[in-house]
Every structure is written in structure tokens, then in C-alpha cells.
């Protein structure tokens, strides 16, 4: 009788002991995948997520593709082969459909605003570590980013919906934040986040 309740005893401490490094390991982080809760913490983290949207700026041109130089095609600066319909009355437009599957993608403007709303509160109640001038200027990276992006549909749509939080997967709330401001709204929204840029980025 005594050892069949101390073989009991034994039992229930093991299978206590296997619960508990078993809970232990489950509670644990993804170690192949980076959480909300751990990252945009250090001045490493802001960084490599500012430079991951750097993918919005152009690139130059290669195999005789015009890349950066694009921009100039059919002004004073550079002619080309065809003929731009900027120049016929009326038929300076904004497109109809989405032809270049670029102008209504708001996936860059989303990463920015879900950087800010993230940091910007972690930065002023002084969670963040690492030097502090980094931290600035990878937040003031991200604020350069948002007003480079906001000014490419600046250009190509004029009206544009100015969009500084992050927006729930509601149709309600998606049509409503989807109307368009007006464009010189819009570029008083660039200048401003274009401002934000300069306080946050070092002057070196």
C-alpha cells in the first residue's frame, strides 16, 4: 500500500512537471516569424522596417527600358518616338480603370500608417531602446515615405483619400474612408508629413 502511493505521488509530480515545460514551450514566440508584441521595439527593428519601403522609390532603367527618366518623356527635357495625349485638348484625364495596377494600391500607405501608430506612442512613452537619433530618423523616414507615396497619387489622380490610421475589414468603414479629398487638401497633407519628416530626420 505504501508504494503504490508513493508510485501515485511520483506520477502526479512527473505528469505535473511534463504540463507544465509543455505549456512552457507552447506560451512560447514563433521562431520563424516576427509578432507584433516583439518587434518595432529597437532602433534595429525601425530600421529594417523603414527600408522595406523603399521598394516604392524608382529604379533606373535597364535593357533600354527609360526607368527613372520616364517621368521627363514628352516634355522640354526628353522626346520620344510617339505622341502624349497630355497634349490634346481634353484628353489629359484621369483613367477610368486602373491600368497600371499601381494608383489605388494603398499597401506602402498602410505600412507606413501601421508604423506610426505603432511607434509613435512606444517613442513618446520611451519604450524604444537604442540610440535615439537612429529612432528619429528611421520615424522620419517613414513620414518622407508616406508623403513620397501620397504625392505619386497626387499626381496621377489629383483627389485622393487621406488615410492616416489603420482601417478595420468593415465594408461601412471602408466606403467611408474611401472618399476622396480634395488635391490641394492632398498637398497640404504631404507638406505636412513632409514637415514631420524634417523635425524626426537628422540634420548630419
Not at 521598394?55 to 533600354?64: A, E, S
Not at 535615439?132 to 518622407?144: M, P, S
Request: with cysteine; net charge negative; proline share 4%.
Amino acid at each position: 500500500m505504501n508504494k503504490n502511493i508513493k508510485i501515485s505521488v511520483m506520477f502526479l509530480f512527473l505528469f505535473g512537471l511534463v504540463t507544465s515545460s509543455c505549456n512552457d514551450y507552447l506560451d512560447r514566440e514563433p521562431l520563424s516569424q516576427i509578432t507584433p508584441n516583439t518587434f518595432l521595439k529597437t532602433d534595429n527593428d525601425l530600421a529594417a522596417y523603414a527600408v522595406n519601403l523603399y521598394t516604392i522609390f524608382p529604379v533606373h532603367g535597364v535593357w533600354g527600358s527609360v526607368g527613372t527618366f520616364g517621368n521627363d518623356r514628352h516634355t522640354d527635357n526628353q522626346t520620344s518616338a510617339d505622341y502624349s495625349t497630355r497634349w490634346v485638348p481634353g484628353q489629359w484625364r484621369v483613367p477610368e480603370t486602373d491600368s497600371n495596377n499601381d494608383s489605388w494600391k494603398f499597401e506602402i500607405i498602410r505600412s507606413c500608417n501601421y508604423f506610426l501608430e505603432t511607434v509613435l506612442p512606444r517613442y513618446e512613452g520611451k519604450e524604444l531602446t537604442g540610440n535615439d537619433v537612429n529612432l528619429r530618423q528611421y520615424i522620419g523616414e517613414v513620414y518622407f515615405i508616406r508623403a513620397y507615396d501620397y504625392f505619386t497619387r497626387l499626381k496621377e489622380l489629383g483627389d485622393f483619400p487621406i488615410i492616416t490610421t489603420q482601417l478595420p475589414d468593415d465594408m461601412a468603414a471602408l466606403t467611408e474612408a474611401s472618399v476622396r479629398a480634395p488635391r490641394n487638401e492632398v498637398a497640404r497633407f504631404i507638406l505636412s508629413d513632409l514637415d514631420k519628416a524634417i523635425e524626426y530626420m537628422n540634420n548630419a
